[in-house]
């Protein structure tokens, strides 16, 4: 069975987009069966697989409202190889439709339900706030994968992220788990993120991934020509990043 994980951060510009789609090519070139959800009305995870945003018949939004099957909605990235739910600005509809619906902080955990079995793991890329999108993703999942910059104001926004994990524990998810935080943008000469990785590992322990991603010109350029960048440039120290994340993770999920 699937692991589903959320990839959430509430604080934007942090990599969220970035490592949702880099890591689902990653791990496709492990020989994993990956699906991408783009939960985000912003579209980039759709539009960074080469997937036209603006000309889907069906989207995540169809789903979620019932309008069509989960199946019916997925995609292939090509040449990547992993199959993407897209989404759209749409979703801002969504929201709102959600909350006249029954079940409605459930409604993706139940539409993943229909294709978790053709998956290893199924990626959810999060909006870079909390709201009834957000809340789905994290109903439907069973790990938070939290892509965070070392720096000062990351953390604060991070405690808010834990409360709310804590809390739908309590109601809505108990197996709801911290799976991972990934160290993005990193730079190791920046006094700043050393100090915030080392405040990291003394809180979070091994939940801190050991693979740091690299400010990279490779990861940056790669979402305009719709490709991860193991497919744009598989030499990048972005590229190679994100595979070494991809065995770090298959080896915690053994």
Same mark, same amino acid.
């Given at each position: =069975?699937? %692991?589903?994980?959320?990839?959430? #951060?509430?604080?934007?510009?942090?990599? %969220?987009?970035? !490592?949702?789609?880099?890591?689902?090519?990653?791990?496709?070139?492990?020989?994993?069966?990956?699906? *991408?959800?783009? *939960?985000?009305?912003?579209?980039?995870? !759709? =539009?960074?697989?080469?997937?036209?945003?603006?000309?889907?018949?069906?989207?995540?939004?169809?789903?979620?409202?019932?309008?069509?099957?989960?199946?019916?909605?997925?995609?292939?990235?090509?040449?990547?190889?992993?199959?993407?739910? @897209?989404?759209?600005?749409?979703?801002?509809?969504?929201?709102? &439709?959600?909350?006249?619906?029954?079940? %409605?902080?459930?409604?993706?955990?139940?539409?993943?339900?229909?294709?978790?079995?053709?998956?290893?793991?199924?990626?959810?890329?999060?909006?870079?706030?909390?709201?009834?999108?957000?809340?789905?993703?994290?109903?439907?999942?069973?790990?938070? *994968?939290?892509?965070?910059?070392? &720096?000062?104001?990351?953390?604060?926004?991070?405690?808010?992220? =834990?409360? +709310?994990?804590?809390?739908?524990?309590?109601?809505?998810? @108990?197996?709801?788990?911290?799976?991972?935080?990934?160290?993005?943008? /990193?730079?190791?000469? #920046?006094?700043?993120?050393?100090? $915030?990785?080392?405040?990291?590992? &003394? /809180?979070?322990?091994?939940?801190?991934?050991? +693979? $740091?991603?690299?400010? #990279? $010109?490779?990861?940056?350029?790669?979402?305009?020509?719709?490709?991860?960048?193991?497919? /744009?440039? %598989?030499?990048?120290?972005?590229?190679?990043?994100?595979?070494?994340?991809?065995?770090? =993770?298959?080896?915690?999920?053994?």
């Amino acid at each position: =069975m699937s %692991k589903i994980l959320a990839i959430a #951060n509430q604080k934007g510009g942090v990599g %969220k987009t970035t !490592t949702a789609v880099n890591l689902a090519a990653s791990l496709v070139a492990t020989k994993r069966r990956v699906l *991408l959800v783009d *939960l985000d009305p912003q579209g980039n995870a !759709t =539009m960074g697989s080469g997937i036209d945003k603006h000309d889907l018949e069906l989207s995540l939004y169809d789903v979620l409202t019932g309008d069509s099957r989960t199946a019916s909605a997925i995609q292939k990235a090509q040449p990547a190889g992993y199959d993407v739910l @897209p989404g759209n600005g749409d979703l801002v509809a969504a929201e709102v &439709e959600l909350m006249e619906l029954s079940r %409605k902080e459930s409604r993706l955990r139940d539409a993943l339900g229909e294709v978790r079995p053709d998956y290893d793991y199924i990626l959810i890329d999060c909006p870079p706030s909390l709201n009834m999108l957000t809340l789905n993703a994290l109903v439907a999942a069973q790990g938070v *994968l939290i892509p965070m910059q070392c &720096e000062y104001y990351a953390l604060e926004g991070l405690s808010a992220l =834990m409360q +709310t994990i804590e809390s739908l524990k309590e109601s809505l998810n @108990p197996k709801l788990e911290i799976e991972g935080l990934l160290r993005t943008m /990193y730079d190791p000469r #920046n006094s700043l993120t050393q100090d $915030v990785s080392e405040q990291l590992k &003394e /809180y979070f322990g091994d939940k801190v991934y050991g +693979t $740091v991603i690299p400010r #990279n $010109v490779r990861l940056a350029e790669a979402p305009s020509h719709g490709l991860p960048a193991l497919i /744009y440039d %598989k030499s990048s120290r972005g590229a190679v990043a994100y595979l070494a994340l991809a065995g770090e =993770m298959n080896r915690r999920n053994k």
